[in-house]
């Protein structure tokens, strides 16, 4: 069971340094990246046991099990996740110093190095410190390690951007409280609430994954067209071929009304249709249920046998965002995606207001779906909408 459970910890851990390092144009040095790593685990080691000495004193913890959900939220947004986040940053400094750290992708590679090296210790407690059935904590610390990537990347960027302008700039703080709230947040959907809530991070997971591939992409294509002695009539056209699906620069210049008003008639009606869309999934979703024999009353987090019905839900609901999105592109004749995320945001804020007042468990769910919502419906406007 040893052999097994660290198999588990440095076989993913591995195979995803090495993706990171292999997709970097200029492949930097093997050895400093390992050591980035390695550094990753001891400063992670030495948050992870602040962070249990803490929760020792304190008599807090991030399960809510444990501490409760208002306490468990405040121990990882308030401590755990910024001493996590931190320590990452220690780990990359030594590689941000020096002479091989010149341009943000580098950012990217060393900060995704500290997080795995941070993910790979935490692994192992994790697995270590837990016995009986090890399927669940398997699953968990399988999900929590493309999210130690994803947020670190975001900051590494940052840095990456700051040492290339050789001035510090704004990048990196707000991406590093990006970080923190971002993965904060995940963490507790993975490690912080039943085994039934893995269901809501896995649309997080697929949206940190799309929003990767693009920004990896986007990333290279720039690190390539930088050097100029590299640009030949063969990459450019390479680079066009890549170009060929949306970027994220496509879907910000889609977001933007330049060239006439902003439809405010079809905001408004871009809510009703949104709230509507919601309710239609859900529905959709509870009558699916009752033909095929599920049985949505047995629900409960802390059982993982009820994640099918969950999951049944959560993909109703999000069903109903891209549909919306393509509806209101395509009823308004709208070039833009402006109308229809504004409607989306108002119509989640609605939600969750409500949710706020009636039902703060779900509200948990509810935040964590949000952004993934958002960009189902901004996706479906994408396909609707007319070209300008």
Same mark, same amino acid.
């Given at each position: 069971?040893?052999?097994?459970? $660290?198999?588990?910890?440095?076989?993913? !851990?591995? /195979?995803?340094? &090495?993706?990171?390092? #292999?997709?970097?144009?200029? %492949? @930097? *040095?093997?050895?400093?990246?390992?050591?980035?790593?390695?550094?990753?685990?001891?400063?992670?080691?030495?948050?992870?046991?602040?962070?249990?000495?803490?929760?020792?004193?304190?008599?807090?913890?991030?399960?809510?099990?444990?501490?409760?959900?208002?306490?468990?939220?405040?121990?990882?947004?308030?401590?755990?996740?910024?001493?996590?986040?931190?320590?990452?940053?220690?780990?990359?400094?030594?590689?941000?110093?020096?002479?091989?750290?010149?341009?943000?992708?580098?950012?990217?590679?060393?900060?995704?190095?500290?997080?795995?090296?941070?993910?790979?210790?935490?692994?192992?407690?994790?697995?270590?410190?837990?016995?009986?059935?090890?399927?669940?904590?398997?699953?968990?610390?399988?999900?929590? $390690?493309?999210?130690?990537?994803?947020? !670190?990347? /975001?900051?590494? &960027?940052?840095?990456? #951007?700051?040492?290339?302008? %050789? @001035? *510090?700039?704004?990048?990196?703080?707000?991406?590093?409280?990006?970080?923190?709230?971002?993965?904060?947040?995940?963490?507790?959907?993975?490690?912080?609430?039943?085994?039934?809530?893995?269901?809501?991070?896995?649309?997080?997971?697929?949206?940190?994954?799309?929003?990767?591939?693009?920004?990896?992409?986007?990333?290279?294509?720039?690190?390539?067209?930088?050097?100029?002695?590299?640009?030949?009539?063969?990459?450019?056209?390479?680079?066009?071929?890549?170009?060929?699906?949306?970027?994220?620069?496509?879907?910000?210049?889609?977001?933007?009304?330049?060239?006439?008003?902003?439809?405010?008639?079809?905001?408004?009606?871009?809510?009703?249709?949104?709230?509507?869309?919601?309710?239609?999934?859900?529905?959709?979703?509870?009558?699916?249920?009752?033909?095929?024999?599920?049985?949505?009353?047995?629900?409960?987090?802390?059982?993982?046998?009820?994640?099918?019905?969950?999951?049944?839900?959560?993909?109703?609901?999000?069903?109903?965002?891209?549909?919306?999105?393509?509806?209101?592109?395509?009823?308004?004749?709208?070039?833009?995606?402006?109308?229809?995320?504004?409607?989306?945001?108002?119509?989640?804020?609605?939600?969750?207001?409500?949710?706020?007042?009636?039902?703060?468990?779900?509200?948990?769910?509810?935040?964590?779906?949000?952004?993934?919502?958002?960009?189902?419906?901004?996706?479906?406007?994408?396909?609707?909408?007319?070209?300008?």
């Amino acid at each position: 069971m040893s052999a097994i459970k $660290l198999l588990v910890v440095l076989v993913p !851990a591995l /195979a995803m340094l &090495w993706l990171v390092w #292999r997709t970097d144009p200029d %492949r @930097e *040095p093997p050895l400093v990246v390992l050591g980035t790593a390695v550094l990753g685990v001891v400063f992670g080691g030495v948050a992870l046991w602040l962070r249990a000495r803490a929760a020792a004193f304190t008599h807090l913890d991030m399960d809510i099990r444990a501490a409760g959900q208002g306490m468990a939220l405040l121990f990882t947004f308030a401590f755990a996740a910024p001493l996590g986040e931190a320590a990452k940053v220690a780990a990359c400094w030594p590689a941000f110093r020096s002479h091989h750290f010149d341009e943000p992708y580098d950012g990217v590679v060393y900060a995704s190095a500290a997080a795995l090296g941070f993910a790979t210790i935490e692994s192992t407690l994790v697995l270590f410190g837990h016995t009986g059935s090890m399927g669940i904590w398997i699953a968990r610390v399988l999900f929590a $390690l493309p999210a130690h990537v994803f947020f !670190a990347s /975001a900051w590494g &960027w940052g840095l990456g #951007r700051a040492r290339q302008l %050789r @001035e *510090p700039g704004a990048h990196f703080p707000m991406l590093f409280v990006f970080a923190v709230v971002g993965h904060g947040f995940y963490s507790h959907l993975v490690y912080g609430r039943g085994p039934a809530a893995l269901v809501a991070a896995v649309p997080l997971l697929l949206g940190m994954g799309v929003v990767a591939f693009f920004l990896q992409r986007d990333l290279r294509r720039r690190s390539v067209v930088s050097d100029r002695s590299r640009i030949t009539a063969l990459s450019i056209a390479s680079l066009e071929a890549l170009s060929r699906p949306p970027s994220l620069r496509a879907f910000r210049e889609a977001l933007k009304n330049r060239d006439r008003p902003i439809g405010w008639r079809w905001v408004a009606f871009g809510v009703f249709i949104h709230l509507g869309g919601m309710v239609l999934g859900i529905t959709m979703a509870i009558v699916f249920g009752h033909f095929v024999h599920v049985d949505f009353s047995i629900i409960d987090e802390r059982d993982a046998s009820t994640a099918g019905p969950v999951a049944l839900l959560v993909a109703g609901l999000l069903t109903g965002f891209p549909l919306s999105g393509y509806l209101i592109a395509r009823a308004g004749e709208l070039p833009t995606l402006f109308e229809a995320a504004v409607g989306s945001t108002l119509a989640l804020a609605f939600t969750l207001t409500v949710l706020g007042f009636f039902a703060p468990v779900a509200l948990v769910f509810a935040l964590a779906l949000a952004p993934i919502a958002l960009g189902l419906s901004c996706a479906g406007a994408w396909v609707g909408r007319e070209e300008a």
